[in-house]
């Protein structure tokens, strides 16, 4: 059972454009909502975080949007570039010592 | 400040040997947890460790384990090994004593078992 489910699988996007990656949850008691950036053959990375108390967060060319009456949550990225290409990740975990619970990512790809 | 090291970072097996990842956490990291990543599952948790204790555990079979040390590095071991345990397997390390906190991953350990 996938409780956090991520879309698009794949994204194309012009430099200069704007990315978004969306997720969405069913599991309510989620209240913490990180998004991870994967280069090939690297770990993932930790991008930016939102807690659900905040219905947006920007760091950057970041932007993550939260809504938590439709449990979805998106990312954005704002004039992506060549090298934002890489797989993003969304990921959610409740309060305490749960593990995250991650999408299957967005393999995104930013051509000039 | 040194990131989180996986040793080593390359394995080729057959299939039915054992093997033993090793994890280096970040100083001062008390928790360390195990994600598998595969192409078609994503990343799927293991289990996690904080101060030598297992505190969590996800749904994968017995034959996979894992333990922690009083430096924090942790182990984790694969016995009767199975193709479909060709993965990358990564750690993330975390400083608080709660897991919502910021995680930071390792590059990972690529195993082939063959």
């Known amino acids: 059972q996938q409780q956090v489910k991520q879309s698009p699988q794949s994204l194309i996007v012009q430099k200069g454009g704007i990315s978004i990656i969306n997720c969405a949850y069913e599991?309510?008691?989620?209240?913490?909502f990180p998004w991870y950036q994967q280069f090939p053959g690297k770990g993932p990375a930790l991008l930016i975080a939102?807690?659900?108390?905040?219905s947006e967060k920007k760091e950057g060319r970041f932007t993550i949007s939260f809504n938590k009456s439709a449990k979805q949550f998106s990312l954005h990225i704002m004039d992506s570039q060549p090298g934002d290409s890489a797989t993003y990740f969304c990921?959610?975990?409740?309060?305490?010592?749960?593990?995250?619970?991650f999408g299957k990512g967005t393999r995104l790809s930013v051509i000039a | 400040k040194a990131g989180v090291t996986q040793t080593p970072r390359y394995l080729i097996k057959t299939r039915g040997q054992q093997v033993t990842l090793s994890c280096s956490p970040i100083?001062?990291?008390?928790?360390v947890s195990w994600y598998q990543q595969t192409p078609g599952q994503g990343l799927q948790f293991l289990f996690e460790?904080?101060?030598?204790?297992?505190?969590n555990k996800g749904n994968f079979p017995g034959r996979f384990s894992g333990r922690q040390f009083s430096n924090s590095r942790s182990e984790m071991n694969v016995s009767t090994l199975e193709l479909g345990d060709s993965a990358l397997y990564l750690c993330?390390?975390?400083?608080?004593?709660?897991?919502?906190?910021?995680?930071?991953f390792g590059q990972g350990t690529r195993l082939t078992v063959v």
């Open positions: 993330a390390s975390s400083l608080g004593a709660t897991l919502n906190t910021e995680a930071f």
């Open positions: 990921a959610a975990s409740t309060g305490g010592n749960t593990p995250l619970v």
């Open positions: 460790y904080f101060s030598e204790t297992q505190r």
């Open positions: 100083s001062g990291h008390r928790s």
């Open positions: 599991n309510t008691a989620f209240d913490y």
């Open positions: 939102i807690r659900p108390d905040v």
